[in-house]
């Protein structure tokens, strides 16, 4: 747990001037990781720090690799924020930053395993009514974390367009699969929690430790193909449905940045309560986060995105906390850099739905844009945009910058 | 498609003495791959081959990194394979050797991505019975190369003992699950294959290409706590049940080795043709494998290990060629270094079943063993070792050395 300090103070000006816009993602009080080069070099990528509309070249101060960073102790995680807040501060000296519309990015960090969750209960209800109508949710799913190792070589960073998968597809009325370009591709609303120092094989760590080994949070769109998902995911998970690519933003926003956020973890009145290895008095505390959420998109007809939806990491059913603690309770190594994934975070209402099969009623009902356009799913040129940001009275906004993906045609 | 040459002769011979021992798992005629470095030295591990009972250190060749060289081509993994074929053959200079006794492995490579595919159909159609008597194959099987994401960070090198996980599971006649040591450790008989050069992100290969990204091969178990998974796969596939370890043999084989052993590919009479994108004449001619398939075990009461079962990789459903085809079919790039576990390979006969679960009806009928022990599944202290080989009249005996794991108590 994180406890509020001067950095959090809405009251500190950064001596960049754009960080001090109300609007920016990145005030003094973010300070989030990205790996960046100037546009167009061939220079290796660095560590640096968006504040603004500008980037801090960490490599002078002997950060170098981002992975090496993310296994330092919280201890130290937060004595560089001191020192990276104290070094952009109003009136500290002024160094020289790169601008962000000057710079390219790649993942921040190697990523080991990815793997992804399932934490948004509204999501797998909405999902599973469309599978199963008697029976939306299964047993499992309010007892045990549910998630599945997902494709770590096809995640890209934002801005990086994705082709139409081709795949297996069996519609319901024939005999046999066709294998042809995917027609419901869809996107999925996700926050993408980064570990911390991990832990051994075969040593877990209890639900109290979990917060030791989160590093930050990044949003993350898990591209899905409909028509494809269906029919190859029974008996072992999704496959080649999600492996075609991830997209995720740029930007690690720490967990000390998100502090001011933090919200008691409870559970709806009647629901079974969390096992012990999951439940801790400081987990009810302080587990959740108020994040809002927003899937964007921009059709080629378009000269400004729209809104598609919003929703808030407040509906998860488990925690980022439970999603590491369990994911390391059988002794499995969870190591600097790996990605954990929170899956689609739909919240309550219809118009809150993470991905398009929620928001058509999984294809029936198209959504009909402001420009007259209709859509069920992703058609190629469309550009589909995840953001997200916490604010709260007392406390600057806190953004995590743009988690973009346009759709090219199938070979 | 590798074809035969003067280094598939059997009657070639090496300078190194144990490599012209007829049991030998590493005669002149397989050179597989390891990384290794002196017993108990803190030095760097190294690239190197085995050849009988020796290693030859390939970091004076400018060898450095195992994934490096599985990103050549396949006419320059063919040229290397010539040129270690010339400097251990007999009548070749001898050059300085580390005896296997005297080396520790690790990770032959590192791996970027591991997928575990189920290939084996008696193991699906088995597995399937217990869960589902009167439809143990699910529609989709004899279509679509089933197959899921693995947790890379967990694949360890034979030796490696693994603690008993724990985990979430349910009894059938109780209201919640409980948290608790797995009391159904198993094993899983398969083979591992290692990409070579591997494709970029949205560029699928054809079935004939397939071939050239496949760089050799591993014996692969992949440990699995039955208990543990019925209550946590549904509806996203094994998660917690598989990821606290995998164990690979320290040697890949390459293809190259292989090649004698190449059969024709077929499907059973009646059964689905595969669709045209994992389908040609040059793979129904050669693309299965004549691999013969053991597990062992050594209880601590025991002084050597005893057989439970054999098999042979000509079962597989699928081939190697077609998971690999499949995997890049929907533009997912592979690269070098990513494992592709076959699945378990049961045979037809009850006795060539892959893992426990089926040799002793998903627990219920416990194994006698020669020295009167019983086991259903694993105990605390028990040694599962996996063995494979190819032989073939005309040929020298290629084997895939050992990938063995001991069981620790729990936490």
Redesign the interface.
Do not use: M
């Given at each position: 747990m994180t406890t509020l300090d001067h950095t959090h103070d809405a009251a500190a000006r950064s001596w960049v001037a754009a960080a001090n816009d109300p609007a920016t993602d990145f005030p003094l009080q973010n300070l989030p990781f990205c790996a960046f080069r100037s546009l167009g070099s061939l220079e290796p990528f660095r560590v640096g720090v968006g504040i603004g509309d500008q980037i801090l070249d960490l490599s002078g101060w002997g950060i170098t690799d981002m992975n090496a960073l993310m296994a330092r102790r919280g201890t130290e995680r937060r004595a560089l924020r001191h020192r990276l807040f104290d070094t952009l501060k109003e009136g500290a000296p002024a160094v020289a930053l790169l601008p962000q519309a000057h710079a390219e990015f790649t993942r921040p960090c190697r990523i080991?395993?990815y793997t992804?969750f399932?934490t948004g209960i509204h999501h797998a209800r909405a999902v599973?009514r469309l599978f199963r109508p008697d029976n939306p949710l299964?047993p499992?799913y309010q007892?045990?974390p549910?998630?599945?190792?997902?494709?770590?070589?096809?995640v890209?960073v934002s801005g990086t367009p994705?082709?139409r998968?081709?795949?297996?597809v069996?519609p319901p009325d024939a005999d046999?699969?066709?294998?042809k370009a995917s027609a419901r591709i869809d996107c999925e609303l996700e926050l993408g929690l980064f570990v911390g120092p991990g832990n051994a094989?075969?040593?877990?760590f209890g639900i109290d430790e979990a917060d030791e080994h989160a590093f930050g949070l990044t949003l993350l769109n898990d591209w899905s193909?409909r028509d494809?998902q269906p029919?190859?995911?029974?008996?072992?998970?999704?496959?080649?449905?999600k492996?075609?690519?991830t997209t995720i933003s740029p930007w690690i926003v720490t967990m000390e940045a998100l502090a001011p956020f933090r919200l008691p973890f409870t559970r709806p009145e009647g629901d079974?309560q969390p096992?012990?290895?999951l439940d801790s008095p400081t987990h009810r505390a302080q587990a959740a986060f108020d994040i809002e959420l927003e899937i964007w998109l921009r059709t080629p007809a378009m000269a400004a995105p729209v809104r598609l939806s919003r929703s808030n990491l407040r509906h998860a059913y488990w925690s980022l906390a439970q999603m590491l603690t369990?994911?390391a309770?059988?002794?499995?190594?969870?190591?600097p850099g790996?990605l954990l994934g929170t899956g689609t975070i739909s919240g309550p209402q219809p118009e809150e739905a993470g991905s398009l099969l929620e928001l058509t009623a999984g294809g029936k009902q198209p959504l009909t844009l402001p420009n007259g356009e209709q859509r069920t799913f992703l058609l190629d040129g469309d550009e589909l945009g995840l953001r997200a940001y916490a604010e709260k009275p007392g406390f600057r906004r806190v953004g995590f910058g743009a988690c973009d993906g346009r759709i090219?045609p199938a070979?």
């Open positions: 080991g395993d992804d399932y599973g299964l499992n007892w045990v549910i998630g599945y190792h997902g494709r770590a070589s096809s890209v994705l082709r998968p081709r795949g297996q069996k046999a699969p066709v294998f094989l075969g040593e877990p193909a494809i029919w190859e995911y029974q008996p072992l998970g999704p496959f080649l449905a492996s075609f690519g079974p096992l012990p290895y369990h994911h309770s059988n002794g499995c190594n969870l190591q790996d090219l070979l």
